[in-house]
C-alpha cells in the first residue's frame, strides 16, 4: 500500500511542479541566450530594453534557487495539512493503510521533490555555464573535486549527509508537526505561531548547546552529533504527528 | 446471521463532554439500519468510531472480525456529510484512486452510473458543482462491495429528487450481504427503506430492534415512536 500511496502523492508533485519546473528551465534558458549575448558583447547591450531584460531574467533565476527548495518544503507541509487535517481527510484517513504508512508515504514525497528540486537547480546550473569558456575545465575539476572527497574523504562526506538527511527530515515534520497541533487545537493559527517560535527558539538553544559542548571536536563530530540530535528530534516529531492523527483526529 | 459489527461498552470523550456513553451493540449482515437521533446525539461519532476517524476512549469495536484499523478499513465504505475531493483531480482519476485502494472496487459500475448522470469523468473536480460532488462521492461509495457501509447525513440538505436518486442508488447498489447504517434525522424520507433503528439519546442507546417489530410493539409508525422517544430532547 505503500507504494499505491506513493504513486498518488507523486501524481500530485507531478501537477503542482511541472508548471514550476517548466518555468524554471524557461528562465534559465533565455537567461543563457541573454548571457551569451552579454559575453559576446564584452559586456555591453545594445539597448537599455534588452540590459533590463537581461537583469530581470538574472534575478529571476536567482530568486527561483532560493524559492524552489522553499516551495518543496511549503507545498509538502500543506499538502500533508490539507490532505490529512482538511476536508480530504476523511478519504485519506479511511484508507486502509495504517497512520504511519500514511506519514511515511507524505515523508518519502517530500523528500523525493527535494532532491528533484535540487537536480533541476544543479541542471540549471550546468545548462548555464555550458558553451562558456573554460566551462569545460571548471566542470572537470569540480567532477574530479567531487571525486576525490568520496574516495578520499568518505567519512567527511557520509557526516554530511547524515546530518543534512536528518536536519531535512527535522525540519519537516516541524511543519507537518505544527499543521498537526494547528488542527488538535481547532486551527488557531496565532496558537499555531507561538508554539512553532517556541520550539525554535529551544532547538536553537539546544544547538548552540550542543556545539559549544563540542567546541573542541573535529568537525566530523560535531556533523555526527548534529545528525544524531535532529535525528532523535524528527523520531520525536513523528510519534506527535502519528498520536494526534491516531488519537486526536479533529477534521475541519 | 453472524454479527458483522460488535461494540462492547465503547465510550468517546470529547475533553469532559461524553459524546458516547459505554454503547454495547451488535449489527447483523445483510440490514439496512437507521441510525436515528437528533443533532449532537452521538450519531456521526459512533460512524466516525466505526470507520476509524476517532478512537474510543473506552471499549472494543469490532468489524467482521477485525478491530478497527487497515483490516477493518477495507471492508468499510464510508460516505461523510460532507465532499473530501482533492480539487486537483478529475473524476476519472478519483476511479483510479478508488480501484487502487479498494480491491472491492467495481468501476464498471461506478462507470455506468456516472454515465446515468452525464457526468463527464475528464470533468476536474474543481469545476462540479457541491450537489454534483455529493453524487460523484455517494457513487464512488456505493461502487463498492464492501460488509458495511456507513452514511452519515446522506439526505440532508439535497432537493427531492436528488434524495430519490440517494435513496435508489443505496438500495440497488449497495451488497446485499452487507449492512448500511444510515444516519439521518429525516426518518419520513427513508422509513420504508429501513430493516431496523437505532436511535441515540445524549450518547446511549435509547431504542433498537427492526422497525416491523417496534411498529407493531408500539402500535405506531417509526416516525412517530422517534417522536416519544425523543420528546423533550428538542
Known sequence: ?252 | MPDLVYLNNVSKLYGSKVALNGVNLTIPSGKVIGLLGPNGSGKTTLIKLLCGLLTPTQGNISICGYPVGPMSKAVVAYLPDRTYFPEWMKVREMLDYFCDFYKDFRRPLAEMMLANLRIDPNAPMKTLSKGTKEKVQLILVMSRYAALYLLDEPIAGVDPVARDFILDTIIRAHNPESSVIISTHLITDIEQALDSVIMIKYGNIALCGDTDGLRKAWNMNIVDIFKEVFKGCF
Open chain 1, 1 to 252: 500500500m505503500l507504494l499505491t500511496l506513493l504513486k498518488h502523492e507523486y501524481k500530485y508533485i507531478i501537477k503542482s511542479f511541472s508548471v514550476v519546473y517548466a518555468l524554471f528551465f524557461g528562465i534559465t534558458i533565455v537567461f543563457k541566450i541573454m548571457l551569451h549575448m552579454f559575453i559576446a558583447k564584452d559586456g555591453e547591450f545594445s539597448s537599455t530594453f534588452t540590459a533590463t531584460l537581461f537583469w530581470i531574467f538574472a534575478i529571476s533565476w536567482y530568486v527561483f534557487l532560493f524559492v524552489i527548495g522553499l516551495m518543496t518544503i511549503t507545498n509538502n507541509s500543506r499538502r500533508f495539512k490539507k490532505s490529512m487535517f482538511g476536508p480530504e481527510g476523511y478519504l485519506t484517513n479511511t484508507l486502509p493503510v495504517s497512520t504511519s504508512t500514511n506519514i511515511i508515504a507524505k515523508i518519502i514525497a517530500g523528500a523525493t521533490n527535494y532532491v528533484v528540486s535540487y537536480f533541476a537547480v544543479a541542471l540549471s546550473c550546468n545548462i548555464l555555464i555550458i558553451g562558456i569558456d573554460g566551462s569545460g575545465k571548471a566542470m572537470k575539476a569540480i567532477s574530479e573535486g567531487i571525486g576525490e572527497l568520496f574516495t578520499e574523504h568518505f567519512d567527511y562526506v557520509f557526516a554530511f549527509f547524515f546530518c543534512s538527511f536528518f536536519t531535512y527530515l527535522a525540519f519537516l515534520l516541524f511543519c507537518y508537526m505544527l499543521g498537526a497541533l494547528s488542527s488538535m487545537i481547532g486551527g488557531s493559527k496565532v496558537k499555531s505561531f507561538f508554539i512553532g517560535l517556541g520550539l525554535i527558539i529551544a532547538n536553537i538553544f539546544v544547538f548552540s548547546a550542543i556545539v559549544t559542548a563540542l567546541d573542541d571536536t573535529s568537525a566530523l563530530g560535531i556533523m555526527f552529533a548534529i545528525g544524531f540530535y535532529y535525528m532523535i528530534i524528527a523520531a520525536v516529531e513523528f510519534l506527535i504527528v502519528h498520536n494526534i492523527v491516531k488519537n486526536h483526529l479533529n477534521l475541519q
